[in-house]
């Protein structure tokens, strides 16, 4: 639901906490906001203890660390507002500068899903941090009309950004966007199967009944190589009738057998799909670029499509529409 971070963001989070504490403090000390200043010190020296953590245990964590952030966050929220006043407190903007940020984090993928856990939470927190204040009411109605307002915005905008990072025709990643996301997967050194999909027999499709049962074909292929891989994997058009699909190790090869088991249908009728996949698996310690594991997919297809054999050979070019 949430997407994983990653080092550099885990570990700007932790600098912006401080910050945030170090701003807080100077409000404190100065009068400016009421506070108990020796529950000041204790939240400044929760929120050090937890930053080094956070600096240490980055380069060896997984997505837990984004929940465990997610669920340190909104502590020390509640924290701070009931700290400095409840409903009266002046650092309510501090759940809309949380939202925003979470907001930025899922913006890069245009995920939506966790846009109601999110909202859901800042709600959350705004109860508990006026937990017992005789103004709790309208408090609450003021921010939940807030974080609204803030979560139909961010749908929008998600979902706009979601769109953008798509194929028009198959509805997948397009290739500039998938090749990003194949990027980032490399940079936090999460082992992967990366597949490497070539349509058989598509030009012949083309030119036999149109483009227009081309598209047809090139999107059900689409949605079958979707279908067969986990909601978090990427399917990529990486261009014409080629794709790239990313899955979890020792896995993959078996799953894609599934998309070119049956038919498929179009408007003219009922096509055998056929394909040359190659697979080639990276980890951290293969220490392998972007450009090189491309290369290696693509050799690793078409060497599958040199030594298949003879008699797959023949059928390969034969896609026929069967009414």
Same mark, same amino acid.
């Given at each position: 639901?949430?997407?994983?971070?990653?080092?550099?963001? *885990?570990?700007?989070?932790?600098?912006?906490?401080?910050?945030?504490?170090?701003?807080?403090?100077?409000?404190?000390?100065?009068?400016?906001?009421?506070?108990?200043?020796?529950?000041? *010190?204790?939240?400044?020296?929760?929120?050090?203890?937890?930053?080094?953590?956070?600096?240490?245990?980055?380069?060896?964590?997984?997505? *837990?660390?984004?929940?465990?952030?997610?669920?340190?966050?909104?502590?020390?929220?509640?924290?701070?507002?009931?700290?400095?006043?409840?409903?009266?407190?002046?650092?309510?903007?501090?759940?809309?500068?949380?939202?925003?940020?979470?907001?930025?984090?899922?913006? /890069?993928?245009?995920?939506?899903?966790?846009?109601?856990?999110?909202?859901?939470?800042?709600?959350?927190?705004?109860?508990?941090?006026? *937990? #017992?204040?005789?103004?709790?009411?309208?408090?609450?109605?003021?921010?939940?009309?807030?974080? #609204?307002?803030?979560?139909?915005?961010?749908?929008?905008?998600?979902?706009?950004? /979601?769109?953008?990072?798509?194929?028009?025709?198959?509805?997948?990643?397009?290739?500039?966007?998938?090749?990003?996301?194949?990027?980032?997967?490399?940079?936090?050194?999460?082992?992967?199967?990366?597949?490497?999909?070539?349509?058989?027999?598509?030009?012949?499709?083309?030119?036999?009944?149109?483009?227009?049962?081309?598209?047809?074909?090139?999107? #059900?292929?689409?949605?079958?190589?979707?279908?067969?891989?986990?909601?978090?994997?990427?399917?990529?058009?990486?261009?014409?009738?080629?794709?790239?699909?990313?899955?979890?190790?020792?896995?993959?090869?078996?799953?894609?057998?599934?998309?070119?088991?049956?038919?498929?249908?179009?408007?003219?009728?009922?096509?055998?799909?056929?394909?040359?996949?190659?697979?080639?698996?990276?980890?951290?310690?293969?220490?392998?670029?972007?450009?090189?594991?491309?290369?290696?997919?693509?050799?690793?297809?078409?060497?599958?499509?040199?030594?298949?054999?003879?008699?797959?050979?023949?059928?390969?070019?034969?896609?026929?529409?069967?009414?």
């Amino acid at each position: 639901m949430l997407q994983r971070s990653g080092v550099g963001q *885990w570990r700007t989070g932790a600098v912006m906490r401080l910050l945030l504490s170090l701003a807080i403090g100077l409000l404190v000390l100065s009068g400016v906001v009421s506070m108990d200043v020796r529950g000041y *010190w204790l939240l400044l020296a929760v929120n050090l203890v937890y930053g080094a953590f956070v600096w240490w245990i980055g380069e060896r964590a997984d997505v *837990w660390l984004d929940w465990l952030n997610l669920v340190f966050d909104t502590t020390m929220t509640v924290a701070v507002l009931q700290m400095t006043g409840r409903s009266d407190s002046p650092f309510s903007f501090l759940v809309y500068f949380w939202l925003f940020a979470m907001l930025l984090v899922n913006a /890069r993928h245009g995920d939506l899903r966790a846009l109601p856990l999110l909202s859901g939470l800042a709600l959350l927190v705004f109860a508990l941090g006026s *937990w #017992g204040d005789p103004g709790m009411q309208s408090y609450l109605l003021v921010n939940g009309l807030g974080v #609204g307002m803030f979560a139909f915005t961010a749908q929008k905008l998600l979902l706009e950004r /979601r769109l953008g990072r798509l194929d028009p025709l198959t509805r997948v990643l397009h290739r500039g966007a998938g090749l990003e996301r194949l990027g980032e997967l490399m940079r936090r050194r999460e082992p992967f199967d990366l597949a490497f999909v070539d349509l058989k027999g598509f030009k012949a499709i083309n030119d036999a009944y149109g483009h227009a049962v081309g598209d047809e074909v090139l999107s #059900g292929l689409a949605g079958r190589l979707a279908a067969c891989v986990r909601a978090r994997d990427l399917v990529i058009r990486y261009g014409g009738d080629e794709f790239l699909v990313v899955g979890a190790v020792n896995t993959l090869r078996e799953r894609l057998k599934k998309v070119f088991a049956r038919p498929l249908a179009t408007s003219l009728g009922s096509v055998r799909l056929e394909g040359d996949v190659g697979v080639v698996s990276w980890t951290p310690e293969v220490g392998t670029d972007l450009d090189d594991l491309l290369a290696r997919a693509d050799a690793e297809m078409y060497r599958m499509k040199y030594t298949v054999s003879r008699e797959d050979s023949k059928r390969a070019g034969g896609a026929t529409i069967h009414r």
